[in-house]
């Protein structure tokens, strides 16, 4: 590992958009692939590697292929333990991870189960020691429409009130191109009134003005991508005084975003426009197993691409703390580690 890579692997990270499925590694695909020989999927069928790209349409497509390989509890509980392992060994402190609830009657899982078998994840590496923070954001995947968005939102709601903090919000994720945020508003105020969290992908593809516009008024909590927001890209200047008033801070992912095709380079990246804005903005990494990443690596481009400092790098890691969903005591605990670990990571 060269000097730069080992100074980002030890900087302390928040990680706040990750989604389950999207972050199996290649070794825990491998696990999966000889489980299920018989489905006959490529190992290439599952990543999009280095230097090459993909529509987001295509992006899609990936994720049907690893939800064949992961439909049971069994394989939900190794990619979700094998998944917060690597994100501790990357240096990332705190995580929130997304999953969306899925039900395969074939194997007779139910979406309760899911749920159960990713919490049951997460208190199993707790018993590890690992030395990372783990919540649960319960996804909704906009494809399915009103009824399933509503149920998903009590399932939400039933396990944020036994699972001793560990589900702490409600995500909003999915094909952008499918369905419309309205008909989802419905549930979402409900998670809302319910003391759910809210993180939503607005405004990933361009012409969805319209949609973010109705769902900021919600507000939510966090913005995952917002890659087409601002004025320069097509957005508006009503869209980002919102976003700026409500302080809603921006969960960016870097690599994604070029590989997916909606930006055309990482020095396109809209990081630059926000950052400049002074606005909350939190690096992290969608889908480290399908965008052959992890958050080192991020913090390392962003650095590299906008010509910023390890000092600026140290900033920006812990004002991510400030935007967790977890409680203020949480984030005490958090910015103190921070403290702490600040003579020898920044020497
Ligand atoms: C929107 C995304 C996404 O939920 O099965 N997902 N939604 N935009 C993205 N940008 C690339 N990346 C992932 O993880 C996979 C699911 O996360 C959402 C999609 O709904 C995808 O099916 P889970 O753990």
């Not at 020989?37 to 990936?62: W, Y």
């Not at 992912?253 to 990482?266: D, E, I, P």
Request: glycine share 6%; net charge negative; proline share 3%.
């Amino acid at each position: 590992m060269d000097n730069q890579a080992e100074f980002y692997q030890k900087l302390p990270k928040v990680e706040l958009h990750a989604h389950l499925n999207g972050s199996v590694s290649s070794e825990t695909i491998q696990k999966l692939l000889s489980r299920k020989p018989h489905l006959n999927i490529k190992h290439s069928m599952t990543a999009i590697g280095k230097g090459q790209r993909r529509t987001l349409d295509e992006c899609f497509e990936v994720f049907k292929v690893i939800h064949k390989l992961v439909d049971t509890e069994e394989d939900i509980l190794m990619v979700a333990t094998d998944v917060i392992r690597e994100f501790a060994a990357d240096g990332v402190k705190y995580l929130e991870l997304r999953s969306t609830p899925r039900e395969e009657k074939e194997t007779r899982l139910t979406k309760a189960n899911y749920v159960e078998t990713v919490i049951k994840a997460i208190q199993q590496c707790k018993e590890e020691d690992l030395d990372i923070d783990v919540r649960f954001l319960i996804a909704i995947d906009r494809r399915n429409g009103t009824d399933v968005a509503m149920e998903t939102v009590k399932l939400a709601e039933q396990y944020m009130l036994s699972s001793e903090g560990l589900v702490v919000g409600l995500d909003l994720s999915g094909d952008p191109t499918v369905g419309h945020g309205k008909d989802l508003l419905p549930a979402l105020q409900r998670a809302k009134n319910c003391g759910l969290k809210l993180s939503l992908h607005l405004s990933e593809v361009p012409s969805q003005l319209e949609e973010t516009d109705l769902l900021l008024h919600l507000p939510p909590d966090r913005i995952g991508h917002g890659t087409f927001l601002h004025p320069e890209v097509g957005g508006s200047q009503s869209l980002v005084d919102k976003v700026v008033k409500n302080n809603i801070p921006l969960e960016l992912c870097l690599t994604s975003n070029v590989k997916g095709q909606t930006v055309a380079s990482y020095a396109d990246h809209h990081f630059k426009y926000w950052y400049q804005l002074g606005h909350p903005t939190v690096i992290c990494t969608d889908d480290k197993g399908v965008f052959c990443t992890d958050l080192s690596h991020e913090y390392q481009v962003a650095a590299s691409t906008f010509g910023l400092s390890h000092e600026d790098m140290w900033r920006i890691s812990n004002q991510a703390i400030d935007c967790i969903f977890a409680t203020e005591a949480v984030k005490q605990q958090l910015k103190q580690k921070w403290n702490d670990l600040h003579p020898q990571v920044l020497t």
